[in-house]
């Protein structure tokens, strides 16, 4: 257990919407990922973090933005929610050297 | 475009039996490869394999890499119902500052009947 915490852990929104998930981390962690799993599809890289105010685009970046103002915060916005966007997002982090991920419980988006 | 692709998707076994799950992958500047067992929640770190040939064993699971033929297979024996869960395969594979995040395959997702 590497100290993760997501919030909420489920959440129902309508189209259109403005939509933020928080990723909170104890483990003072550089890295840190975001991650939504999908039937058919496995889990895909939305935006990941190498730093404070250091992030980039992942696999599936479109219509989602982040933000890391603290080293234990990983933001992920949804600006205007939309059907396609409800998922299962996890998010992960990793120590400074490379090896394997951690990931938090999750949390369940439902767009109506 | 990194591709990790996993077989079977689906298997059903009875307790007691032994079965191989397959990863292959096809990646460039590859770092590691991974296994994580996901129950209904977040997934759970299993084995990280580096170096072609390595065996690595944690109880009844264990895992190999082959970097030549790029696959790597997970290995449960005498299984038990509690290990019935998706398995996934991912793979570190950074383009550049070293920080990408993980190309995951679709998973297997194993049945133990009892």
């Known amino acids: 257990d590497a100290g993760i915490t997501q919030s909420p852990r489920h959440k129902v929104t309508e189209t259109g919407t403005p939509v933020t998930l928080r990723c909170h981390q104890t483990?003072?962690?550089?890295?840190m990922y975001w991650y939504r799993q999908d039937p058919g599809h496995g889990l895909r890289l939305i935006h990941y973090?190498?730093?404070?105010?250091?992030?980039d685009k992942g696999e599936v970046s479109d219509g989602y933005s982040v933000s890391r103002s603290k080293t234990e915060d990983f933001l992920l916005t949804l600006e205007s929610a939309t059907s396609s966007q409800t998922s299962v997002y996890f998010c992960?982090?990793?120590?400074?050297?490379?090896?394997?991920?951690?990931f938090g419980p999750g949390t369940r988006l439902t767009v109506t | 475009e990194d591709k990790v692709v996993q077989s079977p998707l689906s298997l059903v076994v009875h307790e007691g039996d032994t079965v191989t799950l397959n990863c292959s992958y096809e990646?460039?500047?590859?770092?590691?490869l991974l296994w994580y067992k996901q129950e209904k929640k977040a997934p759970t770190f299993l084995f990280m394999l580096?170096?072609?040939?390595i065996e690595k064993k944690s109880g009844r699971l264990s895992s190999i890499l082959d970097k030549k033929e790029l696959f790597s297979i997970l290995n449960i024996t005498a299984t038990q119902t509690g290990d019935s869960a998706v398995y996934l395969c991912?793979?570190?594979?950074?383009?550049?500052?070293?920080?990408?995040?993980?190309?995951f395959g679709k998973g297997t997702h194993l049945i133990i009947q009892p």
């Open positions: 992960a982090t990793r120590g400074a050297d490379p090896g394997e991920q951690y």
């Open positions: 483990e003072n962690h550089r890295y």
């Open positions: 973090s190498y730093g404070v105010k250091d992030t």
């Open positions: 990646v460039t500047n590859f770092r590691s």
């Open positions: 580096t170096s072609s040939g």
């Open positions: 991912a793979v570190e594979a950074p383009s550049g500052g070293g920080a990408d995040g993980l190309t």
